[in-house]
């Protein structure tokens, strides 16, 4: 299933700011996802060596990965999991 999102490489070039316009509920979605950390405000996920920071609003920072459609790819990924 194919989502509406933006990628765009954040100013530090470590990272990709991927927004998939969508409410998430974290805690629901800890329960799904094998997680790094979990608050209600954030969720960190490592998936294959790329990590992923996942907020409420659908904004992601996605790392170690060198596209930007490596980093929607991964977004679509993890939102499948939870949605």
């Known amino acids: 299933m194919s989502r509406k999102m933006t990628a765009n ?9 991927v927004n998939a316009f969508t409410k998430i509920d974290l805690m629901q979605a800890a329960q ?3 997680t790094i950390v979990v608050t209600p405000h954030i969720l960190i996920v490592d998936i294959d060596g790329i990590e992923i ?5 659908g904004r992601m920072l996605v790392k170690h990965v060198k596209t930007e459609d ?9 939102l499948n999991q939870v949605k």
């Open 9 to 17: 490489l954040c100013s530090g070039k470590t990272a990709f700011e």
């Open 32 to 34: 799904v996802l094998k």
């Open 53 to 57: 920071s996942l907020y409420p609003t």
């Open 70 to 78: 490596e980093a929607l790819k991964a977004a679509e990924y993890l």
